[in-house]
């Protein structure tokens, strides 16, 4: 079992940049594949991002591929989401999710056991 805490949100403006930290708790973060979310007021949860556990291969919504780059750091414990040139619509609550394994989709919340609290990342225009 992992615990996740997202920090890193806040207000910003447009074509700003941020970087969510996601922090696990336990010896076996490395065993982890790690996901990014985000839930605008209204709007059911979308993947934003997904990475291996080696950290080798990443996968990206259209929406942010190009802006936004996750990573992650095994001896550490931490995934991060560094974000570049913000926009409105990135406004969100932002998540980190973390499973041993997914069998389906990396793109569907559904495959992911472990879930943060959440991030609150506002961009204004």
């Known amino acids: 079992q992992v615990q996740l805490v997202e920090s890193g949100g806040g207000l910003v403006q447009a074509g700003d940049s941020l970087r969510l930290s996601c922090a696990a708790s336990?010896?076996?973060?490395?065993?982890?594949?790690l996901g990014w979310f985000r839930q605008a007021p209204g709007k059911e949860r979308e993947f934003v991002a997904h990475?291996?556990?080696?950290?080798?291969?990443?996968y990206y919504a259209d929406s942010v591929k190009g802006r936004f780059t996750i990573s992650r750091d095994n001896a550490k414990n931490t995934v991060y989401l560094q974000m570049n040139s913000l926009k409105p619509e990135d406004t969100a609550v932002y998540f980190c999710?973390?499973?041993?394994?997914?069998?389906?989709?990396?793109?569907?919340?559904?495959?992911?056991?472990?879930w943060g609290q959440g991030t609150q990342v506002t961009v204004s225009s």
């Open positions: 999710a973390a499973d041993l394994y997914i069998s389906g989709n990396v793109r569907n919340a559904g495959e992911y056991a472990y």
């Open positions: 990475i291996i556990q080696s950290g080798g291969s990443t």
């Open positions: 336990g010896r076996t973060f490395r065993n982890y594949v």
